[in-house]
């Protein structure tokens, strides 16, 4: 069996740099700069559980660019199929694809993102999500099966958690939706843990406390 070697990101490290060619013409990592952006692999065009994804991220564009965040597919498919596909997805479905998608053929992007698992499946990328802070620095990582397509309203979620933790410095709960009780960061020292009880918060124990912001 062949072995291909992909190197895997860290979170909260700088994501892997790119320049690559698009159906919306050249971009970069630094095109993105000052902007979140999600990057997301699908194993290839014309398949049925991407096409759905596909359609589910071009929905819910419009949601993604008033919390400014951009969205930037990718497959190892070559440009002429990814304009084919997306051509064939607004006559089939009536949804036009807004955001730029990668031809990564010799999956130099692919691989320094780890979307290369092998025996994952018949395709070289696997379906992978990744979203990158305006730092250029990588926040999250979802990788799927490749039978089962991702929820596009688990990203809308998960952004909204992260920017709401980064703007605020709290952490949020289990399934955290905006509006609700975010968790206070538990007290570093003793003398801190003690008097937590008194400080005003939802308080269930000095390292567990919930506030409403």
């Known amino acids: 069996m062949e072995t291909v070697t992909s190197a895997f990101p860290r979170l909260n490290e700088p994501a ?3 320049s690559a060619k698009t159906t919306f013409g050249d971009r970069s990592l630094s095109d993105y700069r000052g902007k979140w952006l999600i990057l997301f692999s699908h194993p290839a065009d014309f398949t049925p559980v991407c096409t759905t994804e596909f359609i589910g991220f071009a929905k819910a564009a419009p949601k993604f660019q008033s919390m400014g965040c951009e969205l930037l597919g990718l497959s190892i498919d070559s440009l002429f199929s990814h304009i084919a596909w997306t051509r064939n997805i607004k006559e089939k479905f009536g949804v036009e694809i807004p955001f730029p998608i990668i031809e990564d053929l010799k999956m130099d992007v ?24 305006p730092n250029g620095v990588l926040r999250a990582m979802v990788y799927y099966p490749m039978s089962n397509g991702r929820s596009i309203d688990e990203f809308v979620r998960l952004l909204t958690a992260l920017q709401t933790s980064d703007a605020n410095g709290v952490a ?26 008194g400080a005003g918060y939802d308080y269930v ?8 912001i």
């Open 16 to 18: 892997p740099d790119f």
């Open 110 to 133: 692919a691989r320094s993102y780890g979307m290369i698992h092998p025996g994952a499946g018949d395709t070289s990328a696997v379906r992978a999500t990744f979203l990158i802070d």
């Open 172 to 197: 949020t709960p289990e399934n955290w939706h905006a509006g609700e009780p975010v968790i206070v960061p538990p007290p570093k020292t003793a003398e801190a843990a003690e008097k937590r009880s």
């Open 205 to 212: 124990d000095w390292y567990f406390s919930k506030k409403t």
